[in-house]
């Protein structure tokens, strides 16, 4: 009898020893995000990514997250303290924060790094990305196709390759409806400031501008547009509830795919640094409701969203001038991915100078 | 429309802010105290003002609960600074991370809901007149408030006792003690007041400027309220030209850029803050005046000696 009394105890207790190890190897996910998850645009939707890490995994993984974290120097304290506090996974999810996330992964070799949009990687740092351009050239084509004046507003974050790759990609869609289309740009130098964003929509309008895009963070922009009577476009997520007359469609961001991918990888140990560019193949980008315009014009954008999925169309396919006019890409051609990523030139027809 | 009207509608909206904050923060140094949490102030009257606006559906009601919360907000700094004597500096910038968290927790339900704009003032024929009429006649209330106050607030501080007071206690706090005023709840009053044009610049953020409730919509107008206050060597006219020309080099930056003047955006960026570092180095080099206008107790808290 007490010898039996010894197993169950023995067992008891290493039954307990096996739930502390399971506790203790829960992989901690950890997010460091540029804005407020509440912004309606990019890090909405990289706190939905991480929501749907939570959501499959369950009590397998804990994510934490970071809001509000300015690029610079204190991205590289947020991040080493997250990689201390034993997050097995580092999502960093803004392009600032690129240097930083190479300087900790190199601390903190055994903890994977995966950072937004950036084009720097070693061993345990990946980087991952989507094909934004291709949505912008779907709602290039339906300004061009809706606007009045021939206008079109662009408000800039910062001149980087993914914000210039955005502005080319939708001029080069509205050249294809309109070759006389103009595009007005205005950076703004932040990617997150609601009263700038609206002070340069405005700007836009009264310049002539009928169409409101932007590749900056918050719905100021949108809702800009909704009080002018002018139409805009949805970043990064759904706004139409910001500018339900004036919105035409968004280009909204899809990371939870890729994000359970990755948890998944670290969970299995098969995880291994890559790069991901991904676009409306693989859900990366997908498209809002095509509204507020006729059926034509969203037949067309249907059309133009559908072969750019199939790999039909390449909105970068050439020939492509550059704005000295060069040829950067000729008839047959397409501007090919390094000089994508790297791209620090506007197409012919830009209305600035970078 | 004319594009110069849009351009000066739009500058206007882009200095109104800063002003109203701007003009808070002055009386509150003038009476010796600096109060670094202006942007928590702010952040706080926008999401308390984009709450009750879209709850009551009144954006008056916003107003004033805007104004409400900034008052609470100035009034706990008020506790610790001039109670409890904690340092000034540390404290302000407390109020100004306590005012980001706390919005941020208040309005995570308001986030993406559909704001209520304060409407612009119409006045029938005036604001129908060529050029000049909705320039002058048919801006938002706020506009209206925020250059009343500033007039207001030069006359007090200038010509009547109260504001005699005021710039006595932010002089020499022991010499205003023995000569009978009530120190403590003369910067009471102040602080209370700059908490009050924080919180109205916050509606004018979340309820004219862009009627939405995002965390952190302040975007840092806070401290360059503040920087605005030092600028004007604390005097309200300079404080309004100071806010407009800010606002206003802002403003034309995007207009040179809309335009492709072809200039780097960066540098168009950083002209509002290089105008300002100019006009401070202009205004600086009259020693005598900024000596003779600076609070002398500024920051220092008061003890009464027994």
Not at chain 1, 132 to 146: D, L, P, S
Not at chain 1, 243 to 270: E, H, K, M
Not at chain 2, 284 to 301: E, H, K, M
Request: charge should be neutral; aromatic fraction near 10%; proline fraction near 4%.
């Amino acid at each position: 009898m007490k010898k039996l009394l010894t197993v169950v105890a023995g067992i008891a207790l290493a039954s307990a020893l096996s739930m502390s190890a399971v506790a203790a190897e829960k992989l901690k996910v950890g997010f460091i995000y540029i804005g407020p998850p509440g912004d309606h645009g990019w890090t909405y939707q990289h706190d939905q990514g991480r929501k749907a890490i939570d959501a499959k995994f369950g009590g397998q993984v804990e994510t934490v997250f970071v809001e509000n974290v300015p690029e610079g120097p204190d991205a590289e304290r947020t991040i080493t303290r997250l990689a201390r506090q034993g997050a097995g996974l580092i999502f960093t999810t803004s392009f600032g924060y690129m240097d930083p996330t190479l300087k900790v992964a190199a601390k903190f070799p055994d903890v994977k790094f995966e950072h937004a949009t950036g084009y720097k990687r070693t061993d345990n740092v990946s980087t991952y990305s989507s094909r934004f351009y291709e949505g912008r050239y779907v709602i290039g084509q339906i300004a061009a196709k809706m606007s009045k004046s021939g206008v079109a507003g662009y408000i800039g974050s910062f001149p980087i390759p993914e914000v210039v790759r955005g502005i080319n990609a939708f001029l080069l869609g509205a050249q294809t409806v309109n070759p006389d289309f103009k595009l007005k740009v205005v950076w703004v130098n932040s990617w997150f400031d609601p009263g700038r964003e609206a002070d340069a929509a405005k700007v836009l309008i009264s310049q002539g501008a009928d169409i409101i895009t932007q590749h900056t963070d918050s719905t100021a922009a949108v809702q800009v547009a909704e009080e002018q009577g002018v139409h805009a476009f949805g970043q990064a997520s759904d706004m139409s509830a910001f500018a339900p007359n004036a919105l035409l469609t968004s280009i909204i961001d899809n990371w939870a795919d890729y994000y359970i991918a990755r948890t998944q990888a670290v969970l299995d140990g098969t995880w291994v640094s890559t790069d991901t560019f991904g676009g409306m193949d693989s859900n990366m980008v997908n498209m809002g409701p095509f509204v507020n315009m006729p059926a034509d014009v969203k037949a067309v954008a249907q059309a133009t969203a559908a072969a750019i999925k199939s790999g039909e169309l390449h909105p970068f396919a050439g020939p492509v001038y550059k704005q000295d006019g060069s040829l950067a890409a000729a008839a047959g051609e397409v501007v090919d991915l390094g000089t994508l990523l790297g791209m620090d030139w506007y197409v012919k027809g830009v209305d600035d100078q970078l | 429309m004319s594009a110069y009207e849009a351009i000066l509608f739009t500058i206007i909206t882009a200095s109104t802010p800063l002003l109203l904050a701007a003009i808070g923060e002055l009386v509150v140094e003038r009476s010796g105290v600096l109060n670094l949490g202006i942007e928590g102030m702010m952040v706080m009257g926008a999401v308390c003002g984009f709450a009750a606006a879209h709850v009551s559906g009144s954006a008056w009601l916003g107003v004033l609960a805007a104004v409400f919360a900034g008052v609470a907000m100035s009034l706990l700094f008020g506790v610790l600074t001039q109670t409890l004597i904690t340092n000034q500096v540390a404290t302000g910038l407390a109020i100004t991370l306590l005012g980001l968290g706390l919005s941020g927790l208040i309005g995570s339900d308001f986030v993406g809901l559909p704001g209520v704009k304060l409407a612009n003032v119409s006045i029938p024929w005036l604001s129908d007149l060529p050029y000049v009429g909705r320039l002058v006649f048919g801006q938002d209330p706020l506009v209206y408030i925020s250059i009343a106050l500033t007039a207001g607030v030069g006359y007090v501080l200038r010509r009547t006792r109260i504001g005699l007071i005021i710039r006595a206690v932010g002089q020499n706090h022991n010499s205003a003690h023995a000569l009978g005023y009530k120190v403590v709840a003369v910067r009471y009053a102040c602080i209370a007041f700059g908490g009050a044009t924080s919180g109205l610049a916050g509606a004018y953020l979340s309820l004219v400027y862009t009627p939405l409730w995002i965390e952190n919509m302040t975007a840092g107008r806070g401290w360059i309220a503040l920087a605005l206050v030092v600028f004007s060597t604390w005097l309200p006219g300079r404080l309004a030209a100071g806010a407009y020309l800010f606002g206003g080099v802002w403003i034309l930056g995007l207009y040179a850029q809309g335009m492709g003047v072809g200039i780097p955006s960066q540098l168009l960026s950083s002209l509002p803050y290089v105008a300002t570092i100019l006009a401070l180095v202009v205004i600086s080099t009259n020693r005598r005046l900024s000596v003779i206008n600076t609070p002398a107790s500024l920051g220092q808290g008061f003890v009464p000696d027994r």
